[in-house]
């Protein structure tokens, strides 16, 4: 399955649902994937369920920071609480490269309230830890995870990309659209504050409405 | 057109774009609206022009604090410059109405950047000012006012309104649907920091695209 010409793409958190969803649309398009965990075993445990689903065996896993060592964009979908633990441990690998930050910061039990970290967005504390080596952009964290499993399922929800590197936005805009997802440039990683705190948005709407998967599309463009 | 029976809508702002959309709309639907501005001349020149728009007397003009005092709903649509002195000066008529904000922190010249004042919402310190006996909801942002003046064009933009008081929420959720528009319950008034921060975002799709008004859909409910 695995395309040379495609980017490998490590998933940190890919044994989580929403970072296992991404990687698994992306490895059923030929990308070579990398799972990363904290560690090597699950990791790969995760990555032998996910050959078997797509009868393959472009998926591989990796401790987190093998996983990033060996690819050329690092998604981190990994839980709020452990955002900025999990960069710093990959951030040696990451020089010149693309990070995928998919993190919403949910303080958990309320998870339907939009709570800003210091009043910003999570991503942004993320690009500052980096500096300007890393090319930082955020990205799916309005998607279903629930969705992203099931291969053949139109995904009713827009990716809203935001990132200071224009071009690195446009990239993962591309790769939203290789798995079937309407995605967005939507302006500076600033931007991102939207995103994050649509999650919030969404998780109330669910509740009230009693739905399971609400989402947002992007009318008149 | 007037309809006793409908709530009296005061429009604060109702002579700018945004807020004169809506006065339009609801004047249409048969409620009494009054225009409120800084002089009431200027209020009365607004609605003398809705009135010839719609064939009709059911708009009058009154300085803002006028207005308020007169109304069953306050609608805040000033620019977020004049938001908290506006405030001030009809917090005095507000006492148990609901006061609707759709007020967009925009810091010119960059609009499209999501700029949030203290990295919260800007109604949140609008609620704080006028403390629990007003019942302050967040809507309206998100709506391209250029659309609200065409009575009979559909707008392909949902409306979240946010609330601490959910009861409230409800009635300006009825209120929008009642001028064509679909509209959420999206949650404790903490979350307008997303309606607000979205505008910013639609404004750089806008630019990015090259689109005249780019809105947003909730999907799955």
């Not at 998933?11 to 989580?16: A, D, E, I, P, R």
């Not at 990555?47 to 987190?64: H, R």
């Not at 053949?152 to 690195?168: G, K, R, Y």
């Not at 446009?170 to 990683?189: D, H, K, M, T, Y």
Request: charged share 20%; aromatic share 2%.
């Amino acid at each position: 399955m695995q395309n040379e010409a495609l980017a490998t793409i490590a998933v940190l958190g890919g044994t989580g649902k929403e970072g296992g969803g991404l990687a698994l649309r992306w490895a059923h398009k030929g990308h070579k994937v990398i799972i990363g965990s904290r560690t090597a075993e699950r990791a790969q445990e995760a990555a032998d369920a996910m050959n078997a689903t797509l009868g393959g065996s472009s998926v591989v896993g990796a401790a987190n920071p093998d996983a990033a060592a060996q690819a050329d964009i690092i998604v981190l979908a990994v839980p709020y609480a452990a955002q900025q633990s999990t960069v710093k441990d990959v951030a040696d690998a990451l020089a010149g490269k693309i990070l995928i930050d998919v993190t919403v910061p949910l303080v958990p039990p309320k998870v339907s309230r939009v709570q800003l970290p210091d009043g910003g967005s999570a991503v942004e504390a993320v690009q500052k830890m980096l500096g300007d080596g890393v090319r930082v952009v955020s990205a799916f964290q309005n998607i279903s995870a629930h969705h992203l499993t099931k291969l053949d399922e139109e995904i009713e929800c827009d990716v809203l990309v935001c990132a200071d590197d224009s071009d690195a936005a446009e990239q993962v805009v591309a790769l939203a659209q290789e798995i079937g997802l309407r995605a967005w440039n939507a302006g500076p990683l600033c931007n991102s504050v939207v995103a994050e705190g649509l999650t919030s948005v969404l998780i109330a709407l669910n509740r009230r409405y009693k739905v399971p998967g609400s989402g947002i599309r992007i009318t008149g463009v």
